[in-house]
């Protein structure tokens, strides 16, 4: 309950705003019990990263499958990997934690995407499978936290970085050759 309330907290006004006393204030505990069971507020933005994490990563799991099986366009793992750090606050806290300093919080985050990866690239050792998932992510974070005014400012659609990542996709799997 504590970490769906953290999360939308996230979505609706950022990173800055999951505190210990606006999440126990949303679900109707005190403080000090949320305090109790996350030992402080950097403890709950690392349990709001793990949670981020899993539940993304799972998804993109079963985008992957799909893609894989040929019953679903590689864009359904954009759109997934695009929307988690965009829609769903994950760019814009990975980035507060960053910048505050708060680097071992995204420990739960980075470890849910390795062993999606390391799930990944069994049976596929002959696909880049690390290298692409990195710019993948590292993409999705930059439009997180720039794409809109970045698109903008070049005069591209705001989908652009979205097309770019699926084409970098098909390339690696061998369905599109390099442009």
């Not at 000090?32 to 993109?60: K, M």
């Not at 750090?85 to 760019?91: P, Q, S, W």
């Not at 970098?168 to 061998?174: S, V």
């Amino acid at each position: 309950m504590a970490l769906e309330a953290a999360r939308t907290l996230l979505i609706e006004d950022g990173p800055q705003a999951v505190t210990l006393k606006a999440v126990s204030a949303r679900i109707g505990k005190t403080h000090a019990n949320l305090l109790h069971h996350f030992g402080s507020a950097a403890g709950l933005q690392a349990e709001l990263a793990r949670h981020i994490g899993d539940r993304v990563t799972a998804g993109i799991a079963k985008a992957v499958a799909r893609a894989r099986a040929g019953e679903a366009d590689p864009r359904e793992i954009v759109d997934r990997t695009f929307d988690a750090f965009d829609k769903e606050g994950a760019g814009a806290l990975a980035a507060w934690m960053i910048l505050s300093g708060n680097r071992d919080a995204l420990n739960p985050i980075l470890q849910s995407i390795h062993d999606l990866v390391d799930q990944l690239g069994q049976g596929h050792e002959d696909r880049p499978v690390h290298e692409v998932t990195l710019s993948l992510v590292l993409a999705a974070l930059g439009d997180s936290l720039l794409g809109a005014p970045m698109a903008e400012a070049l005069g591209l659609p705001r989908e652009k970085a979205r097309e770019l990542a699926r084409e970098q996709l098909l390339r690696a799997a061998g369905v599109a050759k390099p442009a």
